[in-house]
């Protein structure tokens, strides 16, 4: 498996103060993303300093530490008590097609959930599109339960498809 670097920025979701977000980014050395037949990455995702080879960010993942995410009807039930400072969503979890199949993904799974321990979190969520395989299989494979799901009409009135929702104790 190639080297993961992660890059960690902390902010807050400017439309909930009640978020802390840590973001996570996954990086390769550029020379491991040959063209390959895909398309080549953009190069403004491409870190520079260091001396060393050029690395390509490839993925994503957002750690919102909070009691719910904004507009999200779909919401986690653990822990009961506080749930404002021991319940984390991930968000945004992307891997660069040119990347995936390598653990990038899994990785930053791991990353996040260390940090979310870190942090005092006791429950982790993810949503996942019900019909998303690759996905969902990647969050069961990491000890991600399915706790809740979207009802279809719910779904069409927020205007995105079907959902689940995963979760894994951590504490």
Excluded: F
Excluded at 110 to 133: I, P, Q
């Amino acid at each position: 498996m190639p080297l993961l670097v992660l890059r960690v920025s902390l902010g807050e979701d400017a439309e909930s103060a009640h978020l802390r977000v840590l973001a996570l980014l996954a990086a390769l050395p550029s020379s491991e993303l040959g063209g390959g037949g895909e398309a080549e990455l953009d190069r403004s995702c491409q870190l520079v300093g260091g001396g060393g080879e050029p690395e390509a960010v490839v993925g994503s993942l957002d750690l919102n530490i909070g009691a719910w995410l904004p507009a999200e009807p779909l919401r986690g039930a653990l822990p009961e008590a506080a749930p404002e400072n021991g319940r984390a969503y991930l968000s945004n979890v992307c891997v660069a097609p040119q990347a995936r199949r390598r653990g990038l993904a899994a990785g930053m799974l791991a990353h996040a959930e260390a940090r979310a321990r870190e942090e005092g979190v006791s429950d982790l969520y993810v949503h996942v599109v019900a019909e998303n395989a690759p996905a969902l299989q990647l969050y069961l494979n990491c000890g991600y339960e399915v706790e809740g799901e979207e009802s279809k009409k719910l779904a069409a009135t927020h205007n995105h498809e079907r959902r689940l929702l995963l979760h894994q104790t951590l504490l």
